[in-house]
């Protein structure tokens, strides 16, 4: 199979849904789903992007969201940042007037995304195994319109989380999402938590799970 080329990307799915989460949660959504990640978070819910997919044209990619009756988009993965023309991607779709919103694990450098584009960004705790790679630099970067969401999986996830939120004074920075990891903590525990603690973060359910379950697509 030849290499894509800059301005094309290995798509994993593009579909229509409502936004499951953050501060744009049930607002009709075009996803796009770039393939590859090189994280591996136990509990990873979209492991079927992690290769396959489809090699598609910028313009091919932009032609299949314009048919769809939304401006909002999310760009997503697997990790979307590891391909390198998903820059590319962000700003054309800014250019196009659509309200843009990237998801990425934190992992990746985020500063040369378009400032246009609202950065949802990882920060992954113990319980995801993959905590030696969030890219602490990349919270320099963040703004008011931009958003981090922390996956709490234990009771030790959620001290960790605790101790980001006061050492770098995270909910100045932007809202912070906290999340319960399906089937690994109860979401009512997490909640009692944040209500026990004051925390100033947002506690969020996934609401397309909450409609559809673990449905890719959806």
Known sequence: MAPDTPRSLRVSEIFFSLQGEGSRVGLPTVFVRLTGCPLRCTWCDTSHAFSGGQSMSLAAILARVAEFPTRQVCVTGGEPLAQKACLDLLTALCDRGYDVALETSGALDVSLVDPRVSRIMDLKAPGSGEAKRNRWENLAYLRPHDELKIIIACRADYEWAKAQLAKYD?????????????????????????????????????????????????
């Open 170 to 218: 995270l909910a100045r920075r932007c809202p912070v999402l906290l999340s319960p990891a399906q089937g690994l903590i109860e979401p009512r525990e997490l909640a009692e938590w944040i209500l026990a603690d004051g925390l100033p973060v947002r506690f969020q359910l996934q609401l397309h799970k909450c409609l559809w379950g673990n449905i890719p697509g959806r």
